[in-house]
């Protein structure tokens, strides 16, 4: 099991947390601040996914007037997982 912290940038989310098993399973998804039940929704839909799967899905995201959206970054903190 992979665990990695990455520190997103743009959004409201200070800090996500992300663990990944060793079949590219996400198993456990945090964030620090944002939108409570955004983030709470967005991290319970993604596990038990591939992330793989819900990279593509999720990283062009905007909120609004945004260049980004905490799923965007949460795509950006899953590359960096895997790739870790």
């Known amino acids: ?3 990695y912290t990455y520190q997103p940038k743009g959004v409201c989310s200070r800090q996500i947390a992300v663990a990944i098993d060793d ?3 996400i198993a456990d998804v ?3 601040g944002g939108c409570s039940g955004n983030t709470q929704g967005v991290a319970a839909l993604v ?3 591939k992330a793989d799967d819900v990279i593509p899905k999720i990283e062009n995201i905007r909120c609004g007037a945004k ?4 799923p965007a970054q949460l ?3 899953l590359k960096h997982a895997l790739e870790a």
């Open 67 to 70: 260049a980004t959206s905490c």
């Open 1 to 3: 099991m992979k665990t």
């Open 47 to 49: 596990i038990g996914q």
């Open 75 to 77: 795509a950006i903190a």
């Open 23 to 25: 079949n590219g399973v």
């Open 30 to 32: 945090q964030f620090v």
